[in-house]
């Protein structure tokens, strides 16, 4: 009789709505951080206009690799994430593509606008909420 062993998976359960804002929240500051010092230390193509600098488009890029990037990585998300104790996974529990996270990057405004909308009208947003990025990208965050 031959034994086997198999190591067991921890039991994961989807990520509450406020530990993944604060993480979102975590993410904004670090990027805006390194953003603000990029601006610090080089000079802008028109120092009059306020948001439509040619170099909005690269913030823009520098968020989408940032999130896009770390969410497909072996890591499952983004540093904000990994200090809460968040991943990134797939409907089956997979790592997500760079495509699929990039997806769920250019989705994310969406989500945040029904979120902002439904804290406006007095919504209740239940506890343990997929949102619309994570809907369409069958994709959920787990804790």
């Known amino acids: 009789m031959q034994l086997s062993y198999q190591k067991a998976k921890p039991f994961l359960l989807e990520a509450q709505v406020d530990s993944r804002v604060l993480a979102f929240c975590l993410d904004a500051l670090l990027l805006l951080s390194i953003i603000g010092l990029i601006e610090y230390f080089t000079i802008s193509s028109n120092e009059a206009a306020?948001?439509?600098?040619?170099?909005?488009?690269?913030?823009i890029l520098m968020g989408w690799l940032y999130f896009a990037g770390t969410e497909s990585a072996a890591c499952q998300g983004?540093?904000?994430?990994?200090?809460?104790?968040l991943r990134v996974v797939g409907e089956a529990g997979e790592r997500i593509s760079f495509r699929r996270a990039s997806l769920r990057y250019l989705l994310k405004p969406v989500s945040i606008?029904?979120?902002l909308m439904q804290a406006l009208t007095g919504t209740r947003v239940p506890s343990y909420s997929r949102f619309f990025h994570d809907r369409i990208c069958k994709t959920r965050v787990l804790s």
């Open 78 to 85: 983004s540093i904000g994430k990994h200090l809460l104790g």
């Open 50 to 59: 306020l948001v439509f600098k040619s170099e909005r488009l690269l913030h």
């Open 113 to 115: 606008f029904v979120l």
